[in-house]
């Protein structure tokens, strides 16, 4: 609360969600400028570093949109300690508190990170609105949730369909649409939204397991 109260300003807050182990916490270092061992703790264990929702301490002042900005860690879903009731709850308080919300996970986009995100379909089951007379629960939530985005990290694949090149976005809604229920919760609850894909950081396995201790200009140049 210090914290918050100190900043004169516009305050944007982007947060950074997925399942466990993905590399949620590296990501927002590099936001932050504070790879090497600074920054959101980094584990190259298989123990998870991340509980609930963390916060950097200080915002960040971004000149050219003449805000500051907050970041939020978040602790990855789909844990053995812990339960989908859970995993619910921080994914909507965090879609609650945020103006920019960054879903991440690895590789392609298929059943198994479909199945992870499964947890946007929820969000009505776990934020209790007061909705007017002909007003859907859901369309009062949809006023209140941020922009989305959804990274894919370690991606290798070309950018076809059919034969024919597509832009991520297309990728995207193209992958959703064969998922009934995550596509109606995207749709209705993020109505702006996006995918960007990020290659693999090293080729390095060394460096893989101690992104930690990792300087920016040591990782790929087309990962930069």
């Not at 109260?5 to 466990?20: C, H, P, T």
């Not at 994914?91 to 392609?108: D, K, R």
């Not at 946007?120 to 629960?137: D, F, Q």
Request: net charge neutral; proline share 2%; with cysteine.
């Amino acid at each position: 609360m210090k914290v918050l109260r100190s900043i004169k300003g516009d305050i944007g807050v982007v947060s950074l969600a997925g399942a466990q182990r993905t590399g949620k916490s590296f990501t927002l270092n590099m936001l932050l400028n504070q790879l090497g061992g600074k920054g959101f703790t980094v584990s190259p264990s298989t123990d998870s570093c991340t509980q609930g929702i963390w916060i950097w301490g200080s915002p960040t002042f971004v000149k050219s949109r003449n805000m500051h900005v907050l970041l939020l860690d978040t602790e990855g879903s789909g844990s053995i300690d812990k339960n989908s009731t859970h995993d619910g709850k921080i994914f909507a308080l965090v879609v609650l508190i945020s103006s920019f919300f960054i879903y991440n996970s690895f590789g392609a986009i298929d059943e198994n990170a479909i199945n992870n995100l499964s947890l946007a379909a929820k969000l009505s089951t776990n934020i209790a609105v007061r909705a007017g007379k002909g007003v859907s629960e859901d369309e009062v939530i949809s006023n209140f949730t941020p922009k989305f985005m959804w990274l894919l990290r370690d991606f290798v694949l070309e950018m076809k369909e059919n034969g024919h090149s597509i832009t991520e976005n297309e990728y995207l809604e193209s992958k959703i649409n064969n998922y009934t229920e995550v596509k109606t919760a995207l749709v209705k609850f993020f109505k702006m939204r996006e995918l960007m894909t990020l290659v693999r950081p090293s080729n390095e396995e060394h460096q893989l397991a101690n992104l930690n201790k990792v300087q920016f200009n040591d990782l790929r140049d087309e990962f930069k």
